[in-house]
């Protein structure tokens, strides 16, 4: 089984609609990330969060919150979907510093998010 | 992702060498790595290398780092079509946080 994984693995929406995304983890780590790909433009940090009681804003937050929920679970939301927010999303994890490859980051697969 | 910067495509013929650049601001840097995307996935971290180190050698793998630059490669020798794939370099700052490049897209044709 994955260690994490996201729901849903594709959504298409309409402007204006409100979508959570979810991720959910089964390595252990308290350091969860949301990250946008976008081609051409790589990843871009959304929201992160080091433990269930710490949220921080990434370098494009604007447009998007989170939750996090617990240990093991960090989903996103989109208050009022908008065209520009077309893109891949993706959740991460890491251990904490220290641990195995300091700071190496898991990746989930991806969900593919269209808004028309 | 500006602050580490990668060309967006690299082709190479199958049983060639790839070798993919990248360039970083922060010579406080402690880590710097590589993640491979293969199609339809998520990132994977490849290797990686200690600011300390100047390379670092895994199987097909060669990692250089050339601190006095702030450059990073990554060679593959004998690259496979399934090496095709976009490989992103991050660098680790005091923020535990990776900063990640833009990605090189890897072709690799017969």
């Known amino acids: 089984d994955a260690d994490v994984t996201q729901t849903p693995r594709n959504r298409i929406t309409k402007t204006g609609k409100r979508i959570m995304l979810e991720c959910s983890q089964t390595?252990?780590?308290?350091?969860m990330y949301w990250y946008r790909q976008d081609p051409g433009l790589g990843l871009r940090l959304i929201y992160y969060?080091?433990?269930?009681?710490?949220?921080n804003k990434g370098e494009i937050s604007d447009g998007y919150s989170v939750s996090r929920q617990a240990q093991a679970k960090f989903s996103l939301s989109l208050e009022s979907a908008i065209p520009n927010q077309t893109a891949l999303y993706f959740c991460?994890?890491?251990?904490?510093?220290?641990?195995?490859?300091?700071?190496?980051?898991?990746f989930g697969p991806g969900t593919r998010l269209t808004v028309l | 992702g500006e602050d580490v910067e990668q060309s967006l495509f690299l082709s190479v013929r199958e049983g060639d060498s790839s070798v993919i650049n990248c360039t970083y601001t922060?010579?406080?840097?402690?880590?710097l790595y590589w993640y491979k995307q293969e199609p339809g996935a998520g990132l994977q971290l490849l290797t990686y290398?200690?600011?300390?180190?100047d390379m670092k050698q895994d199987q097909r793998l060669t990692v250089l780092l050339n601190k006095k630059d702030k450059h990073l490669s990554l060679r593959i020798a004998d690259t496979q079509t399934g090496d095709s794939a976009i490989y992103f370099c991050?660098?680790?700052?005091?923020?535990?946080?990776?900063?990640f490049g833009r990605g090189t897209s890897l072709i690799v044709h017969p």
């Open positions: 290398i200690f600011s300390n180190m």
């Open positions: 390595k252990g780590h308290d350091r």
């Open positions: 991050a660098e680790k700052r005091g923020s535990y946080i990776p900063t």
């Open positions: 922060d010579s406080s840097s402690t880590y």
């Open positions: 991460a994890t890491s251990d904490a510093p220290g641990q195995g490859i300091d700071n190496e980051q898991f």
């Open positions: 969060s080091f433990d269930v009681k710490d949220i």
